[in-house]
């Protein structure tokens, strides 16, 4: 699922309507897309329709609360999320033992504790228990915060907030890049800001020099840097 059909499905819901849950539909949209990974399909590894959903709020949950970098980590993830779904199914078959026999066999227990090992061992794996008898030093914590940093960098690359120079407000700014064209630019020759017209009409003698440089927003130095150039380098297409 990409950027644009995850907002089709979830426009029309009813609290993310309105300009002002414009914010909290992009973010929804963003979650929906994760949750819809291909490779976190962790639905389809169970039979029946309770499960199935299960296994969904789990995965939600771990994406809300963590970040899965890879491959190999959302491989981790998910055979987390199906023993967690086995340890549901195993405390289901004992507390259904234990109501028919007023007992539960040994093999149930053996079988819970053997599910529960395994479900802490791929939380290390994945780096998300937390032991309170060990701190991490400072290096490691650093580092961590670095590492989490540089992922939500990289998925955030169009996402920048400021405070706005007319009225001092925040704004956010979101830019939509899946819905950019790319074309040649109107204002530059190779490095250098020009304008074809504006020195046209230069060389024609119908605008001055100093509204050649106020078309341009520049110094009048910047156009006779700009003419120099010009006059000296050929492979200057202008």
């Given at each position: 699922?990409?950027?644009?059909?995850?907002?089709?499905?979830?426009?029309?819901?009813?609290n993310m309507k309105g300009e002002e849950n414009k914010e909290k539909l992009h973010?929804?949209?963003?979650?929906?897309?994760?949750?819809?990974?291909?490779?976190?399909?962790?639905?389809?590894?169970?039979?029946?329709?309770?499960?199935k959903s299960l296994s969904k709020k789990l995965l939600k949950k771990y994406i809300d609360d963590y970040t899965i970098e890879s491959i190999s980590d959302k491989n981790t993830l998910k055979q987390l999320i199906y023993f967690e779904v086995i340890q549901y199914r195993l405390q289901q078959v004992t507390n259904k033992a234990h109501d028919e026999n007023k007992s539960v066999p040994l093999?149930?227990?053996?079988s819970l504790h053997k599910n529960s090992n395994q479900i802490i061992a791929?939380?290390?794996?994945?780096?998300?228990?937390?032991?309170?008898?060990?701190?991490?030093?400072?290096y490691n914590s650093l580092n961590d915060i670095k590492k989490k940093f540089s992922i939500w960098?990289?998925?955030?690359?169009?996402?920048?907030?400021?405070?706005?120079?007319?009225?001092?407000?925040?704004?956010?700014?979101?830019?939509?890049?899946d819905s950019y064209d790319a074309k040649k630019h109107p204002?530059?020759?190779?490095?250098?800001?020009?304008?074809?017209?504006f020195l046209k009409?230069?060389?024609?003698?119908?605008?001055?020099?100093?509204?050649?440089?106020?078309?341009?927003?520049?110094?009048?130095?910047?156009?006779?840097?700009l003419?120099?150039?010009?006059?000296?380098?050929d492979s200057i297409n202008i």
């Open positions: 699922m990409d950027y644009e059909a995850a907002i089709r499905q979830l426009k029309n819901l009813s973010q929804a949209a963003l979650k929906q897309i994760k949750v819809m990974d291909k490779d976190l399909n962790v639905q389809s590894m169970f039979p029946t329709r309770e499960e093999k149930y227990l053996d791929l939380k290390e794996t994945l780096g998300i228990t937390h032991d309170n008898n060990i701190k991490e030093d400072s960098r990289r998925q955030n690359v169009a996402e920048r907030t400021r405070l706005c120079p007319h009225c001092g407000k925040m704004i956010h700014f979101i830019m939509r890049m204002f530059f020759q190779g490095r250098f800001l020009t304008n074809k017209l009409l230069y060389k024609e003698g119908r605008i001055t020099r100093k509204e050649y440089s106020e078309g341009l927003e520049v110094s009048l130095d910047y156009i006779s840097f003419l120099k150039k010009i006059d000296k380098n």
